[in-house]
T-cell receptor, first 115, second 114 residues
Framework: AQSVTQLGSHVSVSEGALVLLRCNYSSSVPPYLFWYVQYPNQGLQLLLK??????LVKGINGFEAEFKKSETSFHLTKPSAHMSDAAEYFC?????????????FGKGTTLSVSS | EAGVTQFPSHSVIEKGQTVTLRCDPISGHDNLYWYRRVMGKEIKFLLH????????ESGMPNNRFLAERTGGTYSTLKVQPAELEDSGVYFC????????????FGPGTRLTVL
């Protein structure tokens, strides 16, 4: 069965610092991988997704993630944090080989950005 | 283009009552998903519609939950009778295609059962 582990339920950074949110997945088949963000009082918004093309995926708002099969990881990074990045971030996986499957989410990581 | 909408945004009911949540997907999206997040836990899949048909309902917790998608447009999720453990945020998502197609999420309905 597929699973997702997000290390750290809460990450705090200073404005301008590097953001690194960790995600490891478990899947017996090639996965699709996603990062979603939820701002306060809003729904989930897709940041980026990996669908077996380039292993380095660029998303919105300056975020990017690298698919590393050997490490079964898909960590999310941003070189310089902005106050507006404060939100909850979710890593998710779905089954590459089975069309239409549900997303399996990690528990989420809340990012706080201080000035 | 309008996004996924959900109604109501909040609902507070007493144990034993019935609640119906509604989801309107993005126009033209055949695939509609329901998810739930219980406080402190991860977001979990409930079920998946393709048009009006239930493709996968393996995540539905029990028979107190009934989902419908008449006509393949909007969907409703009814909880009857509601229990305390049903409290959480219910998300709806829709997608145009299958596989790695992006699922677009609504803002969620926060359900509180007292």
């Amino acid at each position: 069965a597929q699973s997702v582990t997000q290390l750290g339920s809460h990450v705090s950074v200073s404005e301008g610092a590097l953001v690194l949110l960790r995600c490891n997945y478990s899947s017996s088949v090639p996965p699709y991988l996603f990062w979603y963000v939820q701002y306060p009082n809003q729904g989930l918004q897709l940041l980026l997704k990996y669908t077996s093309a380039a292993t380095l995926v660029k998303g919105i708002n300056g975020f990017e993630a690298e698919f590393k099969k050997s490490e079964t990881s898909f960590h999310l990074t941003k070189p310089s944090a902005h106050m507006s990045d404060a939100a909850e971030y979710f890593c998710a996986v779905s089954d590459f080989n089975q069309a239409g499957t549900a997303l399996i989410f990690g528990k989420g990581t809340t990012l706080s950005v201080s000035s | 283009e309008a996004g996924v909408t959900q109604f109501p945004s909040h609902s507070v009911i007493e144990k034993g009552q019935t609640v119906t949540l509604r989801c309107d997907p993005i126009s033209g999206h055949d695939n509609l998903y329901w998810y739930r997040r219980v406080m402190g836990k991860e977001i979990k899949f409930l079920l998946h519609f393709v048009k009006e048909s239930k493709q996968d309902e393996s995540g539905m917790p029990n028979n107190r939950f009934l989902a419908e998608r008449t006509g393949g447009t909007y969907s409703t999720l009814k909880v009857q009778p509601a229990e305390l453990e049903d409290s959480g945020v219910y998300f709806c998502a829709s997608s145009q295609a299958l596989g790695g197609s992006t699922q677009y999420f609504g803002p969620g309905t926060r359900l509180t059962v007292l």
